[in-house]
Every structure is written in structure tokens, then in C-alpha cells.
């Protein structure tokens, strides 16, 4: 039986035209969803909408920008009359030892990451609040939790996403809107690239993971986003879930 688990439901995902994002606008749509996809690749934006039809809508933009934030909503709201989901996936960083990241290095993480969750959170609230129930998934990770080398400027500004969907799942909770946190260990083409320049430290990361390999992300993390995203999971809410095979266990 075909799992219809968000039918229904319109999402925005951030960075859904390729890797965790992509794979996260698939399964959202096989399980019923519309979404908004923001990227700033348009070839594979538009390959996307060619794959999945009517479910999708791509739209350009860069994810630092709060205009582009407010034009995501405004596109969810015109084309779907609703927005349920707001997956902030996006994220851009350079990996470098800490005494040799710029500002500009700085500025990159935490406008790519904290700064367009905090502008795609604030301006989805109108219309999450309209839904009577929704959820927002935020992207932290493990780079953070571990405190994996060469990764200060990314490293800080997920943990501070974490933060902040501690406190702002306390205060929408009496909307009914849900903020959860999934930090995800997955094989993408970026995760690949990082292997092969720093294989050490890969080694050492695929060496930690108890289930023996680095996740899939059409297998083993989208469907963890999908469930909490999905009415499923309506207990739960200021949560980290850890989609990485058992590599970090919080308490």
C-alpha cells in the first residue's frame, strides 16, 4: 500500500534541488506533499520539476537573502493555498582550521545557515499559524555536536540553529507548530568531496558510525524529515534527532 503520509500537506525545503534536499523533495512528493524547492541551481531546480510535475515549484534564490524567504512563502500560499512544512536544508560553509577562517568564511556559514533558518522561520509563521498544525525541520550537525576539525564556522552555526529551535519550539507551541532538529551523516556529492580531500578524517567519521557506512539520503534520512514533518510525529517537538547510524547517541 503506497505510503500517503503527507497528502495533502505544501512544504518549502531550502536547498531541495539536490543531495539531502533533493532527496527529501522526492519522498515528500511520493508521499502526497507539494513544495516550494529554493535553490540557486536552476538546471537542477528545473530537472526536479520536469521529475515530479505538478508537485513541485522551483524557485531561484539565494537563501541568505530574507527576500527571498518572503517570496518562498508567498509562492507556497499562491500556488498550494497553504503551507504545512518548512524544511530548512540549506546550508553553505568552508572547511578550514579555525585560526584561518576569514570573516568572510564566518559570514558564509551563518548567513547560509543560522540566518536563513531564523528569515524562513519568521517569515512562514503567518502561514504555519494558518494551518492549525505544521512543522518546521531544521538541519543541525553532528560537525557541531563532535566538534570535528576544520569545521569551526559551520560547526557554530548549526549548534546555534539547535538553540534556537529549543526556544522557538517553546514559543509556537501554542500554535500547534512543531520545531524539530535533524543532523544527518549521509553520502552526498559534497560529503564525497570532503571524503576525498580529507580522507583521514572521513576514515575517522565512517569508523564511528556503529551501523558500518554512511547513510543514503533517499533511504535513511529523507524518511526520517518526512516523519517529522508528518502528523506522525505530533508529540514531538524541540527535539535533535540524530539521522547518522548511531555515530552520536545524546542524552
Not at 53 to 75: I, K, N, Q, Y
Not at 100 to 122: K, V
Not at 177 to 186: D, G, H, L, T, Y
Amino acid at each position: 500500500m503506497k505510503n500517503l503520509s503527507l497528502q495533502g500537506k505544501s512544504a518549502i525545503v531550502t536547498g531541495g534541488a539536490s543531495g539531502i534536499g533533493a532527496a527529501v523533495t522526492r519522498l515528500f512528493a511520493a508521499r502526497g506533499a507539494r513544495v516550494v524547492v529554493v535553490d540557486l541551481q536552476q538546471e537542477a531546480g528545473e530537472a526536479l520539476v520536469r521529475e515530479l510535475g505538478d508537485a513541485v515549484v522551483f524557485l531561484r534564490g539565494d537563501v541568505s537573502e530574507r527576500s527571498v524567504a518572503d517570496a518562498a512563502v508567498a509562492t507556497a500560499a499562491e500556488h498550494f493555498g497553504r503551507l504545512d512544512v518548512l524544511v530548512n536544508n540549506a546550508s553553505v560553509s568552508r572547511q578550514k582550521p579555525f585560526e584561518e577562517q576569514t570573516d568572510d568564511d564566518w559570514n558564509l556559514a551563518m548567513d547560509t545557515s543560522l540566518y536563513a533558518t531564523r528569515n524562513f522561520m519568521l517569515a512562514a509563521l503567518p502561514e504555519l499559524r494558518k494551518a492549525g498544525s505544521a512543522s518546521v525541520v531544521n538541519f543541525g550537525s553532528g560537525a557541531g555536536l563532535e566538534g570535528q576539525p576544520n569545521q569551526a564556522s559551520y560547526a557554530a552555526a548549526k549548534e546555534a540553529i539547535r538553540g534556537l529551535s529549543r526556544v522557538v519550539a517553546n514559543e509556537w507551541a501554542p500554535f500547534n507548530i512543531r520545531v524539530n532538529v535533524v543532523c544527518p551523516m549521509a553520502l552526498t556529492e559534497g560529503v564525497a568531496r570532503w571524503a576525498e580531500a580529507r580522507p583521514e578524517q572521513y576514515a575517522q567519521s565512517a569508523a564511528k558510525v556503529p551501523l558500518g557506512r554512511f547513510g543514503d539520503p533517499e533511504r535513511d534520512v529523507a524518511p526520517i524529515v518526512a516523519f517529522l514533518a508528518g502528523d506522525d510525529s505530533q508529540y514531538m517537538t524541540g527535539q535533535t534527532v540524530m539521522a547518522d547510524g548511531g555515530a552520536t547517541k545524546l542524552r
